[in-house]
């Protein structure tokens, strides 16, 4: 795995070695120039010293003062000098040059220097100087002729000026590398020290488990770690929620087969050791038990195909009303039992399009509660509203302590406001599954609680046919979750 | 023994209620917290066997309500939830045993057997009284090494006496521990089934071993003479 702390040191490493390799570079190189442009200034003096001392007298040529001007300093070699006509002839050369030549580009008029070799293997530099030879004691006045210029070669011992830039050199190097080494020693602590919220970042992460999702990571970080703070502890609420309430499905699940699984278990343990106690009613309480555990585990299943998409939805154009009080009618004789008033409020009605059978489990799963859960002479209101693209359907009914913190958990899986779990009509499934419907219908089922003490289930759904998966409205595969049972 | 089952499904209810007869127990039913604790003020039980979970009382407010009134009665939880967390709870609620669902019947029994032994002092599952050994986990009665077949009912009276061997008990404590809340209170069912356990451990050639005291009830002893 990349180690995001060496990557960081590789590259201000190899970063700062980069920088302070071309910055001493630029450093000797601009130097290098330097010191060689005062050498050539120095050297040019030289020559046109050498040039204004250099007289003609007939054939004899002389340069007044060459001794001093060429002579050798305390460190260096003495300078050598050759002059030659235009046409390569040597007029003069200095004597330590042993009749060697000093070669120059022939036909330059501008001085030009380059770098040589002088006698006994001096590392020099050289300036070729072109200019009129003059003769001695009188002033010419006729005008300069091209048979007249010379050229005079100058070389110069340059080891004081090797030596110079060699230092140089070797102290860029040094300091290059001194400071490569400071870098190489600093960077991993400096590293290490900006990083220390990140690995606190990381040991908080390390310590949490999804039993410990209430921990939170500190909020107490530089600046470009808060928001990655910031979004885990997001993560991590949204996580805690997720997590508590599937523990908590998974308990009331547990709790809901366990029961019948005891039922079932004592029942035949029972049968099994006291025969002659079994009776009729053993047998019809194993059927309601394995009835029971079936209709828990078909919901589960409906629930878990409806939440990955798995429903096939056919949509066709139906009445709404009559669909609504076809729907009604098997829980008219109950409510009337308990007294309770039927409000209709069914404007403007009309046909919509949409799945029959996923609506028809919705709207019954509505319905049944209302009916169970509101009191003896409550009221029940049915009220639906239809336009272009949407229609609702709003369920609204008397109850009697129903808090806010029961509405909020009404679509929990498995959830049911009698914590006893004792009646076995409910199993706390059909809110879930009715909400899983409307949503694959493109549309969703809220719960709230009015001012008044009434609870609203409202379902709306679009009129869409992009939404779900589309098939042909007389196909006779209607899976386990389209049989209405909710 | 007298047991209070408190349980809300009528399935296991029943089921329970047949096993804890079968076995010898007076059983009274409830099928709610509000029902269970009104009975269990009302009456005295060796035993209770309570469900968590109730609708109306749960069975740990029911609990706490008992042992804040002074009752010892030993209590057995039922419960679905098996979390570590819950037995605590249940535990420090003042159960004295904790049972989860789905259980063995053997256990619950066993449980329940254990608990009542407790409720007189007593680990050992075996009582000896003269020649007379009684297996209260088997259920078998011996007396001379001889197996002796008793009902439940006439096992359950002899097992009370046992357990309170040298002590006299009352015609109203043997109402209230061996028979459940559907006894008429005006018969001598008590003095029957003492006559007929009698017949059952004594016959012609044995000593008597369970002895009246006119006026104030039984006692069950091997040394002390006495009118039968």
């Known amino acids: 795995m990349t180690s995001l702390r060496s990557q960081l040191i590789r590259t201000f490493v190899l970063g700062a070695a980069v920088l302070l390799a071309l910055g001493g570079g630029a450093v000797y190189l601009l130097t290098r120039r330097a010191l060689i442009g005062q050498f050539d200034t120095a050297l040019r003096a030289k020559a046109l010293a050498v040039s204004v001392a250099t007289e003609q007298d007939g054939d004899r040529i002389t340069i007044d003062g060459s001794e001093r001007l060429t002579r050798p300093g305390d460190r260096r070699a003495a300078d050598v000098f050759q002059l030659r006509q235009a046409d390569g002839r040597s007029l003069l050369r200095s004597e330590s040059l042993n009749g060697m030549d000093l070669v120059s580009a022939a036909g330059a008029t501008e001085p030009y220097y380059w770098d040589m070799t002088l006698p006994g293997g001096v590392p020099g530099r050289a300036i070729a100087l072109q200019f009129h030879l003059r003769p001695s004691g009188e002033r010419d006045e006729r005008p300069l002729e091209d048979a007249d210029a010379v050229t005079l070669v100058l070389g110069s011992d340059r080891r004081e000026l090797d030596r110079t830039l060699q230092t140089l050199g070797l102290m860029l190097v040094g300091t290059g590398l001194t400071l490569l080494a400071a870098v190489v020693t600093a960077v991993p602590r400096l590293l290490k020290s900006t990083m220390r919220p990140l690995d606190r970042l990381g040991r908080q992460a390390a310590g949490m488990t999804a039993r410990k999702l209430s921990a939170r990571f500190s909020t107490d970080v530089p600046r470009e770690l808060a928001p990655i703070t910031g979004g885990l502890n997001d993560l991590l609420s949204r996580l805690e929620q997720s997590f508590d309430r599937e523990r908590r499905f998974s308990s009331d699940l547990a709790h809901e087969l366990r029961t019948p699984v005891a039922e079932l278990r004592t029942m035949a343990e029972v049968a099994l050791r006291w025969p002659e106690a079994r009776e009729d009613r053993t047998d019809h309480a194993t059927l309601a038990i394995a009835r029971r555990m079936e209709g828990i585990v078909s919901r589960l299943l409906a629930l878990l195909r409806s939440e990955d998409g798995q429903l096939e939805i056919a949509r066709e154009p139906l009445a709404l009303g009559p669909l609504l009080t076809d729907i009604w009618r098997p829980f008219a004789p109950k409510a009337a039992a308990k007294a309770q008033s039927v409000v209709w409020l069914m404007k403007p009605d009309g046909d919509v399009v949409t799945d029959p059978v996923l609506l028809r489990s919705i709207v019954t799963n509505l319905m049944e509660n209302a009916v169970n859960y509101t009191p003896d002479g409550g009221t029940i209101s049915i009220a639906t509203a239809v336009s272009a693209t949407r229609f609702d359907i709003e369920v609204t009914n008397t109850v009697a302590d129903v808090t806010a913190d029961d509405v909020s958990r009404f679509f929990d899986r498995m959830w049911r406001r009698d914590t006893s779990r004792t009646s076995a009509e409910h199993s706390g499934l059909g809110l879930p599954l009715a909400r899983s419907f409307a949503r694959a219908l493109g549309g969703d089922l809220e719960a709230s609680l009015g001012d008044g003490g009434d609870l609203t289930l409202r379902l709306t759904l679009v009129e869409s046919g992009d939404i779900g998966r589309s098939v042909d409205c007389d196909d006779a595969d209607r899976s386990g979750a389209r049989s209405g049972d909710v | ?228």
């Open chain 2, 1 to 228: 023994m007298r047991v209070l089952l408190v349980e809300d499904s009528e399935t296991l209810r029943h089921s329970i209620g047949v096993a804890l007869k079968k076995s010898g127990y007076a059983l009274d039913v409830a099928a709610d917290g509000d029902d269970g604790l009104w009975r269990a003020q009302s009456s005295l039980y060796d035993v209770i066997v309570l469900d968590v979970m109730l609708p109306g009382l749960d069975g740990l407010s029911l609990l706490r309500r008992l042992r804040a009134g002074g009752s010892s009665t030993h209590v057995l939880l039922l419960t679905a939830l098996d979390a570590v967390e819950s037995r605590v709870v249940g535990l420090q609620a003042g159960a004295d045993d904790y049972l989860v669902k789905p259980f063995a019947v053997e256990e619950l029994l066993a449980r329940v057997d254990a608990l009542c032994r407790r409720a007189y002092g007593t680990k050992a599952p075996r009582i000896v009284v003269g020649d007379l050994e009684i297996d209260t986990a088997s259920k078998a009665v011996r007396r001379a090494g001889q197996p002796i077949q008793l009902k439940p009912r006439e096992y359950q009276l002899l097992e009370y006496l046992a357990r309170r061997a040298g002590e006299v008990v009352t015609r109203k404590e043997i109402e209230e521990h061996i028979y459940d809340d559907r006894i008429d209170p005006m018969s001598n069912v008590v003095d029957s089934a003492v006559s007929s356990l009698r017949k059952r451990i004594g016959g012609p050639t044995r000593a008597t071993l369970i002895h009246t005291r006119h006026g104030l009830g039984y006692v069950l002893t091997a040394s002390e003479g006495g009118e039968e």
